[in-house]
């Protein structure tokens, strides 16, 4: 009897394992659970934990779809973005976002995150274009970009809630000038920058022309004040030769004739090839016909006839 008993045990016992297993679910920290009763949400479990349920969702009884409860992100790559003065950038953002509301999540969108990012992308496109068309060409790579993305977030927060999501952040990744744009760019800078070098070449030669005019001038004045200072110096020094050569002549005036006839015998004589014709008898010679200076004596006069 036991014998014929045993396979209806077992098979009850794996029954019950099945009706057991199908009847709990587990929720993570990461997730939501949305459970759907005959296609209609029965209940959302957002707290990590060990839920029951009806089971058999094979028979469309409680099925149990999951959604994530933490950041994440889609990305949004290469907008051409015109700016208000006609010109293009080439734009990268990405949006964080978080499901707040996962019953009004599955009932929009029925819990298919592609779904509701589709529709996010197509909200972000049009409004990047909006905010970059409204602004001129430097805004985008100034401090007004983040202006710029509060702007953008506060456009997508309607539509985000209506998906049952929070709109956490919105980043542009990269900002960039289309090629012709660039090229365009690149001219103009180049263009300032060299009428800047010419400006400020011509404002050093300005500059140095105007030094070297102080310097000449100043030059001049130092060569005048050197000439007026040299010629007070050797006026000075004449009249102080001359005070000398008084005093000297008012202590002794034999010796002062002794000395200026040696100085010029000495100017006289001293150089070689000099011819000089003078009568012995001349004042020039007294001094070397007697030392004391005396005039020479007359020669005595011959008798005439003798």
Same mark, same amino acid.
């Given at each position: 009897?036991?014998?014929?008993?045993?396979?209806?045990?077992?098979? /009850?016992?794996?029954?019950?394992?099945?009706?057991?297993?199908? %009847?709990?679910? /587990?929720?993570?920290?990461?997730?939501?659970?949305?459970?759907?009763?005959?296609?209609?949400?029965?209940?959302?479990?957002?707290?990590?934990?060990?839920?029951?349920?009806?089971?058999? =969702?094979?028979?469309?009884? #409680?099925?149990?779809?999951?959604?994530?409860?933490?950041?994440?992100?889609?990305?949004?790559?290469?907008?051409?973005?015109?700016?208000?003065?006609?010109?293009?950038?080439?734009?990268?953002?990405? /949006?964080?976002?978080?499901?707040?509301?996962?019953? +009004?999540?599955?009932?929009? *969108? !029925?819990?298919? +995150?592609?779904?509701? @990012?589709?529709?996010?992308?197509?909200?972000?496109?049009? %409004?990047?274009?909006?905010?970059?068309?409204?602004?001129?060409?430097?805004?985008?790579?100034?401090?007004?970009?983040?202006?710029?993305?509060? @702007? *953008?977030? #506060?456009?997508?927060?309607?539509?985000?809630?209506?998906?049952?999501?929070?709109?956490? #952040? /919105?980043?542009?990744?990269?900002?960039?000038?289309?090629?012709?744009?660039?090229?365009?760019?690149?001219? +103009?800078?180049?263009?300032?920058?060299?009428?800047?070098?010419?400006?400020?070449? &011509?404002?050093?030669?300005? @500059?140095?022309?105007?030094?070297?005019?102080? &310097?000449?001038?100043?030059?001049?004045?130092?060569?005048?004040? =050197?000439?007026? #200072?040299?010629?007070?110096?050797?006026?000075?020094?004449?009249? @102080?030769?001359?005070?000398?050569?008084?005093?000297?002549?008012?202590?002794?005036? =034999?010796?002062?004739?002794?000395?200026?006839?040696?100085?010029?015998?000495?100017?006289?004589?001293?150089? !070689?090839?000099?011819?000089?014709?003078?009568?012995?008898?001349?004042?020039?010679?007294?001094?070397?016909?007697?030392?004391?200076? &005396?005039?020479?004596?007359?020669?005595?006069?011959?008798? &005439?006839?003798?």
């Amino acid at each position: 009897m036991m014998g014929n008993r045993l396979p209806i045990i077992l098979i /009850v016992i794996a029954g019950l394992l099945m009706l057991a297993y199908s %009847s709990v679910f /587990v929720v993570n920290e990461r997730q939501q659970a949305v459970v759907v009763r005959f296609g209609q949400i029965q209940s959302v479990r957002s707290e990590p934990g060990l839920y029951f349920k009806l089971p058999f =969702a094979f028979m469309d009884a #409680d099925r149990v779809q999951y959604v994530e409860d933490q950041a994440l992100r889609f990305d949004l790559d290469n907008i051409r973005v015109q700016v208000s003065g006609g010109k293009f950038y080439e734009v990268d953002a990405f /949006v964080v976002y978080k499901i707040t509301d996962a019953r +009004r999540f599955r009932e929009t *969108v !029925s819990g298919d +995150r592609e779904s509701a @990012e589709s529709r996010l992308r197509t909200r972000l496109d049009a %409004s990047l274009r909006r905010v970059y068309g409204l602004r001129g060409f430097e805004s985008a790579l100034s401090d007004a970009r983040a202006s710029m993305m509060q @702007e *953008v977030r #506060d456009d997508l927060r309607a539509d985000a809630e209506s998906l049952g999501l929070t709109i956490a #952040d /919105v980043r542009i990744r990269r900002t960039d000038l289309t090629q012709e744009v660039s090229q365009q760019t690149f001219d +103009r800078m180049k263009a300032e920058r060299l009428a800047e070098a010419e400006l400020i070449r &011509a404002r050093g030669n300005e @500059e140095g022309q105007r030094r070297r005019a102080i &310097a000449d001038r100043q030059v001049v004045e130092l060569q005048a004040e =050197a000439q007026r #200072d040299s010629e007070i110096l050797r006026g000075e020094g004449d009249a @102080e030769r001359n005070r000398i050569f008084a005093d000297a002549f008012s202590r002794d005036p =034999a010796f002062f004739e002794f000395y200026r006839s040696m100085a010029a015998y000495g100017q006289s004589l001293g150089s !070689s090839g000099t011819t000089m014709v003078l009568s012995p008898n001349s004042e020039f010679f007294r001094f070397f016909n007697d030392a004391t200076g &005396a005039p020479p004596a007359a020669a005595p006069a011959v008798p &005439a006839g003798n």
